[in-house]
């Protein structure tokens, strides 16, 4: 299977070098990403899955190489760019990092207040939806020290979801989730990308995540520091490199 | 032109959607429930989305809008985009979580904040408790603190501070000794200037400065340090493996202010005495001799006692405040802000309380 990379998918990286200092944690990293599709980045634990991710959210700076995000090469562009860019990206981060002395409501509510000119109440009532939408109905006023980690993932998926992105990031979601309520989330997150059309990108090791809804995917190495592959989970488990078989079969 | 373009057409009412329905734009609009209101005998309101250019969640707000204005009346969707109706869908899916909550009473309220104040007073004593306790435990050798940290909080809270302690007391000083010469002069009694300085040292402004001091940089310090902790769960990390987080984060703290306040009182004295020494040999020319001399006559040794004394209580009022406070801050980061001021306008309180308890004490042993 061969996969023609282009400029314009939602995401396309080229020749990207990603550390820290001096040390390189991935190198030569290429792949792009389809729009409207689910695309999985996976590897064992330090393999720098995270740091990717950095680097598409606009977090860290590519040592070499460049970033496409919706067709703007992220990095060399102006700031203007940039902004408008990450506007249209929603991120959830591994511990929903929802800020803690707001309500979820408010959480949802602040960047509606930000970035669109809508009125207070249209902003809550929005936010209000948007909660509605990953099932928190009701707890509009619960502040995120309050409910449970599985609550806190998908209070911060509304508000990753507030500005109706192009594009979804999640650094692995299933992290501390019982296999129900993980299940769930997963399912949550097609029925967005169904209805919505949103591109979805998801740094998991979550087999089971990986198989029901991952549509393209991509390995990372440590030990080489390298893409190791590109492909969809199921083609990846029957005929990929060893290594990612050993990884997608283990039991 | 206008996003939304309402036609009638004999009892229903078809709302055209025009342009772009984006969140990044700027819709005008007529409201849906003026426009029903205005014209009476719409039975039906149907969509119509041909001129619809583009579309997010902003419309799916309008959408609603309608909907709830149309409330009794017949609607058809048919016109609208198939992706936005299931949008609509998945909200609804989501009610099934639905939560309940209620008003709260007025009266609830007031019985709620007067549990809250005895809870707070019933708070400090089992705190105190808790202290006490962990004593207990370390002297029967069974507590988990370290000397280390002890040192640590020495270094922190005592060393560390001379500079500040040294400004200030030495200020202090000068200032009692340029009140005091403009008064005393007028009777030819400069010299007792020395007495004024000293006695107002070692009694009350030594420990009360050092003890301000200590508040605003050690008492919010450890409400700080703890309260943090205590958002990002490591205090129950501590509960969890069967230490005590009043053992092994406020005992070490504890015991270093203990250890420094009074020391740091005596300096302070000292520092405020050479400062009433730079106004009066410096700048009036009294001679240093017979100042040093006024002064040694003026301090007796239960003066410097009682100094010391007030200072140490001082110490252990900053360390409990803060470290109390510090532990019961609540799980977010606004919280520990707010413990932190509330260690240090606290502790600052309960210095005054404690001096003017002092004060008559004092007064009634006639020391
Ligand atoms: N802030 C940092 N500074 C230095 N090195 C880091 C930093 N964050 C991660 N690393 C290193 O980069 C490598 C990849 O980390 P990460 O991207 O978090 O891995 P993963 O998410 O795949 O588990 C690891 O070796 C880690 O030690
Ligand atoms: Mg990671």
Redesign the interface.
Known sequence: MTLINDRTDAIYVESLTMGYGDTVVLKDVAFSVKRGSIFIVMGGSGCGKSTLLKHLIGLKEPLAGSVFLSGVDYWNADEATQLSVLRKQGVLFQGGALWSTLTLLENVALPLKEFTTLSQADCNALARLKLALVGLVGFEDAYPANISGGMKKRAGLARAMALDPDILFFDEPSAGLDPVTSRNLDDLILKIRDSLGTTVVIVTHELSSIFNIGEDAIFLDSQTKTLLAQASPKTLAQSGPQSVRAFLTRI | MESAHYTIDGEVLRVGLRGAW???G?QVYESPAAVLKERSGVERVAFDASALQQW???L??FV?EVFQAARGKQIDTRGLPR?LL??IA????????????GPVNFFAHVGERAGDLWLSLAGYFRFLGEVVMALVNSVRGRAHWHWDDVLHFVQNTGIEALPIVSLISFLVGLILAFVGLVQLSQFGASLFVANLVGLAMVREMGAMMTGVIMAGRTGAAFAAAIGSMN?SEETDAFKVMAISPVEFLVIPRLLGLFLMMPLLCLYADFVGILGGIFVAVTLKGLSLVEYLNQTRGAIALNDIFTGLIKGTTFGFIIGFLGCYTGLRC?????AVGSSTTKAVVYSITALIVADAIFAVLFNALKV
């Open positions: 984006v969140l990044q700027q997010d969640s902003r799916v707000l609603l992706q299931e949008w998945l909200t609804e899916a989501g009610e099934r979580f639905q939560a309940k909550t958002v609540e799980r977010n980061s606004a």
